[in-house]
């Protein structure tokens, strides 16, 4: 089976990919350096279920699955560091989650928005270096995200777009133009990926992820204390945790501004998907191929109404709040990105539906005494 | 007048820039770190005219000048000196020259790639904090390249682009695909300050220059010991000037590959004229206005031949020599890229002519025993 590095994987998403991964049968290695724990405890924002870090969560897949996970703890932005894992662990994949995630956190002032630069690129490029030099045949998967898009006019296509201009054409990748410090570091990511794509031939898959949300897989279910990172703040959160958790303690639903900003989004066990369906059929030698990765398109509005409706399944009575919108962003826009490169490699959708809404609703109430609702609004602005 | 901070004072462009807007009555800083003179010093080569150094050159032009220009040395990556330079200065105006500006040094292997892009991208990164922390109303002049684009298949236009796609348009940066680090980190530069333009509402012009030749100005002309480099060396001389070395030294002009490699030119003493331009017309707050800077295109065979007929005059009988291309880049392409911004705000191009070559081959023959033609050839691959 294939050798695979999970760069990132104490991450909500690294987590889960990598017990996922083990379970199939291929040999995992997880790297992190608990940056988004540091900066959560710094910040004084917890998720639920959290209390396991990624060396104690290894140590309890190790017992209670027939695969065990390695694991090196340190900072891949120190060129030791990733030659020590490279010179221990040739993998043919290598899974790049290892990112400051969080767009809030990346503009809450220059010292967070030099900590993102700094980390994203500079890891993105010592993981290229690493690959060119100990393995350049190894594929790397690369999460992106949709944001690194923003929200044109025109349709979204999945990477690349021919352009036609003054009778002549050819082909780019598709404008990218975000919304925050963070997605503009993923739109420098990709060009670095896409530079030495060609300059070395490697193998470079993009995944252009919606926001991702759920916390169920086949793993996750064996045991509570391999739940990944499940975050409602207004930092690490995402907007669908966070209007859970504000049902659930029956807070209004916060949505930003007029709620019509439309995103695209995916269940993290159809995002897991994706990676495994990726794995197995690699990009080719110089090529950087792009999957935009999402099932399902939203507006905030929408999510606030399903959640609330599936909330009264639970006594719940939730209303719904607009609030001034503390970040930049358009509130009323086309928004059309074409989707189908995962399905045609076989990904089967989730529906976020009242069912897997309600089984949110259920876990989170069964923890409702750890959740800390002071830390959702922390007004963080774009300014 | 305008107060005008100058990053990176001590460069080719940088150095010859700060004397004539000193000359024109702008109060001018100037600040350098001697990356490219302790780069160039590790890698052994040596440009003409480069025993000043930048405080040296200060001192000779504040004797020789009526006016003053001030000195800061040090390095832009730390915040704590951008800091102080920003709170004894409050610039109208800052030149972005404060780059690693070698496309070969950047690919020579990991760590000259690691000092690229961080240098690169860090000290945008703090340019740009700093603007917005002390005034977010000064306007950011950039020195981009015209390598950011490539050579794509389509006319190139100055920065932006409507593309019509499925029967709807919206306006982009025009697609940047580049052949090296040093040329991308350029386009992860413009990712950068174009997505704080939109969040801040800064002032920024992009000059997107292609290379610069020559060496007089009317302050360089003053006193040899003001001229700024003339490199030769495959690392950080461009190809004008190896060949104009080549020339005087007697050996064969080195055309990488077939030469039909086509780039837009412009005459040091233009570049400068374009900077006051700019300065004098400012792009408007939140706005980040983009020019193609480069006044005629020449194939690397038409300037082999050019030079090689210029130096007749001088008794001197040159051969062209197509040696195999150490660079991944395409030798015989479409290149049409449009340059009418600069001739709007009043450029009057100097041509590229045999008297201008002519002028050039003086000078250095001038200073012919100085020349180390072992620093041409460095056998440098792009692999």
């Known amino acids: 089976m294939k050798k695979v590095l999970v760069l990132g994987g104490d991450g909500y998403i690294g987590w889960p990919t990598a017990m996922y991964l083990s379970n199939q049968g291929y040999e995992v290695v997880v790297v992190d350096n608990y940056l988004r724990r540091n900066l959560m405890h710094d910040l004084g924002v917890k998720p639920l279920f959290s209390s396991f870090d990624l060396e104690q969560r290894v140590k309890i897949w190790n017992e209670l699955s027939s695969n065990t996970i390695r694991t090196f703890i340190g900072d891949l932005n120190e060129w030791d560091f990733v030659h020590n894992i490279f010179s221990n662990f040739l993998p ?33 490029a010592n993981l290229i270096f690493a690959v060119n030099e100990f393995n350049p045949d190894a594929h790397i998967i690369k999460l992106g995200t949709m944001g690194e898009y923003g929200t044109p006019n025109i349709d979204i296509e999945e990477g690349w777009i021919d352009i036609h201009h003054k009778g002549r054409s050819d082909k780019f990748l598709f404008p990218r133009q975000a919304s925050s410090l963070y997605h503009t570091t993923k739109i420098m990511d990709t060009d670095l990926l896409w530079f030495y794509v060609r300059n070395w031939n490697l193998k470079v898959t993009d995944l252009m992820q919606g926001p991702v949300y759920g916390l169920f897989t086949h793993e996750t279910l064996i045991d509570d204390r391999l739940l ?95 609030i001034t919108n503390p970040r930049s962003e358009q509130e009323d826009h086309y928004y059309n990105p074409v989707h189908t490169g995962l399905s045609e490699l076989g990904l089967q959708p989730t529906t976020f539906d009242s069912s897997v809404i309600q089984s949110l609703i259920a876990k989170v109430l069964h923890h409702k005494s750890d959740i800390n609702i002071e830390a959702i609004l922390k007004n963080i602005t774009w300014a």
Request: net charge neutral; proline share 4%.
């Open 92 to 124: 043919d994949v290598v899974i790049h989650f290892a990112e400051q995630p969080s767009a809030p956190y990346s503009m809450l002032d220059r010292k967070s928005a030099s900590l993102t630069l700094r980390n994203n690129i500079l890891v993105t």
């Open 228 to 322: 990944p990172f499940f975050s409602y703040d207004e930092i690490f959160g995402t907007v669908i945790n966070r209007f859970i958790i504000q049902a659930v303690v029956g807070h209004p639903l916060t949505v930003y501004g007029k709620g019509g900003q439309t995103r695209g989004y995916i269940n993290i066990h159809d995002a897991i998907k994706c990676i495994e369906l990726t794995i197995k059929t690699p990009a080719e030698s110089g090529s950087l191929r792009i999957y935009n990765q999402f099932t399902e398109k939203f507006t905030v509005n929408t999510l606030a109404n399903m959640i609330r409706d599936a909330a009264v399944e639970f006594g719940l009575d939730v209303n719904i709040n607009n």
